[in-house]
């Protein structure tokens, strides 16, 4: 025998199998994405945004609010027409198989300069909002209001989801890819393609971005107004308490979605999806404002500087960076059946998944390796009696046909020694 492959017994394939598959190791995995993606990836996501927010507000225009805005919004509008414009020129120009080194360099330098310009997309026509309509109750819950309701109508209203909802690993698959609503391609539909990125980028965004601003506006205005630590504090409880319970009905809701078509499966999504925002929408207004009151309250701009940096170099050190990105359109109740309420928030799963296909790969290449080095002799009795060799793979073999090669094997030997003189039969 030459070569070496991995002695793996039936049993304990079949363990092993039995263990990926049962649903206590599945729901063991899911709870640790869960736990991950709410105690560490969300709130450095959270902490980027905020300290990014913060040195926006610092470098950009700080003298004239209205002009500051303005910039920003025209950096985030730019930006996010740049990179869904030239997204095809990225993936066809940076592949990770051809140059490793150099794709991991852009890719990163791509998340980082994406992700100002998204947080400059939302700041901008946020605080034109809060500058053209101001903070009273009735105008802000009839602007959020008509955002959520629009968003609705259009099928948009999962875009409202975020971080600890959303987790975005930095793999190389489709790394600069940004999704338009309409999904237009723009190699055949060029003119159609620019409106879809335009529709995308100024009315959903845009909506979604009033929608964010008019909730956080509300609990700004309703949730301890006089008390910014209490406020801060009840947000957090309120929001974590309602990613508790938005998780723990997952099971339900996509059963009941496997089971409902048409309006009712978008209507049922819609509500789940409405509880995460929610949830979301109180999560980050607690972590962010407890920052502000907890980390380096009176060094305002090193503490911006520190979470702009740390977060975003702990993300990157953790291979999903790209959760600091807000781009792309994407469509309530897309997926098939109950998929749709089911969160993007893939971690320890994917990483196992990962390792057993490198496992099954490397294995596959073994035994393969295998079957080419191991050779060995079927007898087949000819009418002159001679001895005739056929090559025959052995991972092709069933047991009953190894079996009868093997006997068939040693009774050749037998009969090279002389010990057997018997005619081979079949």
Known sequence: MHGSAPEITDR????????SNSPCYASCLEFLD????????????IAYWRGTWNLCEDYLIPDNNVYSAATSFGIGVLGNLFFT???GFFSGNFKPDKYRLTFYLVSRLYTYIFGAVCVNGWRGPWALTDIFTGFNLFVVVSLTSLAIVLLTVIKGLRNLSAAPFVIVTDGHVDYFQVTTMFKTSGSH????YVLDCIFSVLVVGTLVVVAWRGSW??????????????????????????????????????WTCDRLTGLWRIAVA??????????????WRGVWQLLDIYFLPDNRLLSDWLTHGLSFVLLALLNCSNSVLVRGVYIDAEEPAGQCVVFPIHYIRLFFQKERTKKQRRL????????QNNTMFL???????????????????????????????????RTKNGTDQNVLKD
């Open 364 to 371: 596959l290449d073994a035994l393969e390796r295998q079957d």
């Open 12 to 19: 304990t394939r079949q363990t092993r199998g039995h263990l």
């Open 189 to 192: 539909e060029p003119g159609l």
């Open 270 to 283: 819609d509500i789940f999806l409405f509880l995460s925002f929610l949830g979301t929408i109180n999560v």
């Open 85 to 87: 414009f030239f997204q």
């Open 379 to 413: 007898l087949d009795k000819s009418q002159t009696n001679n001895i005739k060799i056929v090559k025959s793979n052995v991972g092709k073999l069933s047991d009953p046909e190894m079996k009868q090669l093997t006997n068939l094997t040693n009774l050749s030997e």
């Open 34 to 45: 869960v736990l991950i993606t709410s105690a560490i990836v969300g709130p450095s996501v």
């Open 217 to 254: 506006v509300f609990l700004d205005l309703t949730l301890y107004p006089g008390n910014p630590t209490y406020s801060a504090w009840g947000s957090l409880v309120i929001g974590y308490g309602i990613v508790g319970l938005t998780f723990a009905l997952q099971p339900i809701m996509r």
